[in-house]
């Protein structure tokens, strides 16, 4: 591996510097570098498209990229960002700047990409939101890999890890419920069910998890039906402090940051890697400045 800077490397005191640093010693450091499975170091930017991209989405994504730069100036070895959008997430309420509010409000707790488009220019209002983020990034000349939520949980991409983490529900639920108030204890369940009538995404509690069949079986809010349903092929998604750590294995993620009120995510997420014998990205919890 071709390595620049190499005299100066202990010198480099800037904080992207000091990031990418801690990416490449996890793989042995500057002289021993050890090649991932993969064969090339990634890093994550997240993105919720409830809401128009803003300020903060880049944000998120320059730092990113100003560690992956770094990384590029120490060495030649492969490096990509990935902007992730969790456009699979429900609807929790109607944004203001948006047109069409009355007509969004039919579709709260549905899936972003599956709620008609607002702005009537695109298939759903999570793809106008993916499309304007893409748009917002191209203009400032960043380079970065998209990857929806939905397509990745749809496709089977995500399906061995979730595998996996149904194999483990209950070590899962042991570090997570702690961490909850006693009301939501009660129902919390690391799996949302999309309802097969209301296409709503449904925080509702698991009567039996089947391991085998990779099922899960809840009651129908409506008729109080038992329904069983997979949790496979996007019939279910994940409890996103779940999801988060699903997508750091499934993707194989190297670095991740994220402002300090996603601390306690973090740590979770990282817990959750650690039970399931999974390696989690190294993290910056940076300062959130809201003035």
Same mark, same amino acid.
């Given at each position: 591996?071709?390595?620049?800077?190499? @005299?100066?490397?202990?010198?480099?005191? !800037?904080?992207?510097?000091?990031?990418?640093?801690?990416?490449?010693? +996890?793989?042995?450091?500057?002289? @021993?570098?050890?090649?991932? !499975?993969?064969?090339?170091? #990634?890093?994550?930017?997240?993105?919720?498209?409830?809401?128009?991209?803003?300020?903060?989405?880049?944000?998120?994504?320059?730092?990113?990229?100003?560690?992956?730069?770094? $990384?590029?100036?120490?060495?030649?070895?492969?490096?990509?960002?990935? +902007?992730?959008?969790?456009?699979?997430?429900?609807?929790?309420?109607?944004?203001?700047?948006?047109?069409?509010?009355?007509?969004?409000?039919?579709?709260?707790?549905?899936? %972003?990409?599956?709620?008609?488009?607002? $702005?009537?220019?695109?298939?759903?209002?999570?793809?106008? @939101?993916?499309?304007?983020?893409?748009?917002? #990034?191209?203009?400032?000349?960043?380079?970065?890999?998209?990857?929806?939520?939905?397509?990745?949980?749809?496709?089977?991409? $995500?399906?061995?890890?979730?595998?996996?983490? #149904?194999?483990?529900? @209950?070590?899962?639920?042991?570090?997570?419920?702690?961490t909850l108030r006693d009301q939501r204890r009660e129902n919390y369940s690391p799996f949302l069910p999309i309802c097969p009538k209301t296409n709503k995404v449904l925080?509702?509690?698991?009567?039996?998890?089947? &391991?085998?069949?990779?099922?899960?079986?809840?009651?129908?809010?409506?008729?109080?039906?038992?329904?069983e349903v997979s949790v496979l092929g996007g019939n279910c998604k994940l409890q996103w402090k779940v999801d988060w750590a699903m997508r750091w294995i499934a993707l194989?993620?190297?670095?991740?940051?994220?402002?300090?009120? %996603? +601390?306690?995510?973090?740590? #979770?997420?990282?817990?959750?890697?650690?039970?399931?014998?999974?390696?989690?990205?190294?993290?910056? &919890?940076?300062?959130?400045?809201?003035?």
């Amino acid at each position: 591996m071709l390595i620049n800077l190499i @005299n100066d490397y202990d010198k480099l005191k !800037s904080w992207p510097f000091i990031e990418a640093k801690r990416v490449i010693d +996890t793989y042995g450091g500057i002289k @021993n570098f050890k090649v991932p !499975s993969k064969k090339y170091i #990634l890093f994550e930017t997240g993105y919720g498209p409830s809401g128009l991209p803003h300020i903060g989405t880049f944000g998120e994504v320059i730092r990113t990229s100003m560690v992956q730069n770094a $990384f590029n100036k120490l060495t030649n070895f492969p490096s990509k960002i990935i +902007t992730f959008s969790d456009d699979m997430d429900g609807l929790r309420k109607v944004p203001e700047n948006v047109p069409n509010q009355e007509m969004l409000k039919k579709y709260i707790g549905m899936p %972003l990409t599956s709620i008609p488009d607002p $702005f009537e220019k695109f298939d759903s209002f999570g793809k106008h @939101n993916n499309e304007k983020l893409k748009s917002f #990034l191209n203009d400032f000349g960043f380079t970065y890999e998209f990857k929806s939520s939905t397509e990745l949980y749809k496709s089977g991409f $995500f399906d061995d890890t979730i595998k996996i983490l #149904l194999q483990n529900y @209950n070590e899962i639920l042991s570090i997570v419920l702690p961490t909850l108030r006693d009301q939501r204890r009660e129902n919390y369940s690391p799996f949302l069910p999309i309802c097969p009538k209301t296409n709503k995404v449904l925080q509702v509690k698991i009567e039996e998890y089947n &391991i085998e069949n990779n099922t899960i079986v809840y009651q129908d809010p409506d008729d109080g039906k038992l329904i069983e349903v997979s949790v496979l092929g996007g019939n279910c998604k994940l409890q996103w402090k779940v999801d988060w750590a699903m997508r750091w294995i499934a993707l194989k993620v190297d670095y991740e940051m994220c402002g300090k009120d %996603l +601390t306690d995510s973090v740590t #979770l997420g990282k817990k959750i890697c650690k039970i399931l014998n999974k390696n989690s990205p190294i993290n910056l &919890i940076y300062e959130m400045f809201l003035d």
